[in-house]
Structures are given as C-alpha cells and as structure tokens.
C-alpha cells in the first residue's frame, strides 16, 4: 500500500505514535505526509509531534468535518496544527516552555506574523491575503516555523 496520508495515533500498542512517525519517515521511500491524530492535548505531545517531523497534528474531539479538511490540507503538502496547540506556542503566556521553545527557534517578524495567523486557525490562503504573500511563500513559512520549533524543542529535557 502506498497511501499518500496517515493518519497516526499517539497512544498504540508496541509503538507510540511518534515512534512510528519517525520510523515511517526514516524507512520508507517516498513516505507519506502523516497527521498525528491523538486524544490528549498536552504540549508534549504537539513537541513530540514536530520533532518526528509529522506534518499535522490534530485532536480526535474535531469534528469529523475538520478531520477530513485536516487530511486534505496535509495531503496538499501544507502543514497543519491544531489551533489551540498553536495559540499555545503562539501566546506562550503562563507556559515556561512555549516560551523557551519560541526563545529558541529565533523566529523572524515575519514568521512570528505567520505563526499568530495559522493559530488564530487562518488557512495558508487566508494568511497570504491579510500578509500581501503568494500562498507559496506562506507554506514555506509555515514549514520554516515548524522546522525551528522542532529543532528548538528537540533539545528540552
């Protein structure tokens, strides 16, 4: 089978979720855009997440219209997360190590203005027309602000 979207759990049996995303993407020729889907919104996780390099992540309490939308955006090639965990690491107020993560990326202006956009829950669209970008270059922000907060919370204890 070569599906072009997996949807990952986060809780499974003889792997975790981000295990597998890792090893998929490790392992697999040509792999799959993959969408961790998981129950627990806990930053751990959302960290895990961009660590394994997944390309969304999402609750399971999504409607299953936001659900499907999250499988097509991640099979378009954009990445996706849920909005809360974003206003989470976008706000990092009262959370130590959001803002430590955001300290550590050293995110430019610009992609700090694509980082509030895509967690007020704004599609890439959307951000390249309030920006005055071409969605393009809005995905390669998107990708460049999640490849920084993966590096920076790869480091956390």
Known sequence: MRPDVVAMDVRMPLMDGIEATKAVLRTVADPPRILVITTFEEDEYVYGALRAAADGFLLKRARPTEIVHAVRIVAEGESL???????????????????????????????????????????????????????????????????????????RP
């Open 81 to 155: 997360l849920f909005p809360p965990a974003l206003r989470s690491l976008a706000a990092a107020h009262g959370n130590a190590s959001a803002r430590s993560a955001l300290a550590k990326a050293a995110l430019t202006e610009r992609e700090g203005q694509v980082l509030r956009a895509v967690a007020r829950g704004l599609t890439n669209a959307e951000i390249a027309a309030e920006l005055h970008l071409g969605t393009e270059t809005v995905k390669t922000h998107v990708s460049a602000v999640l490849a920084k907060l993966a590096r920076a919370t790869a480091s």
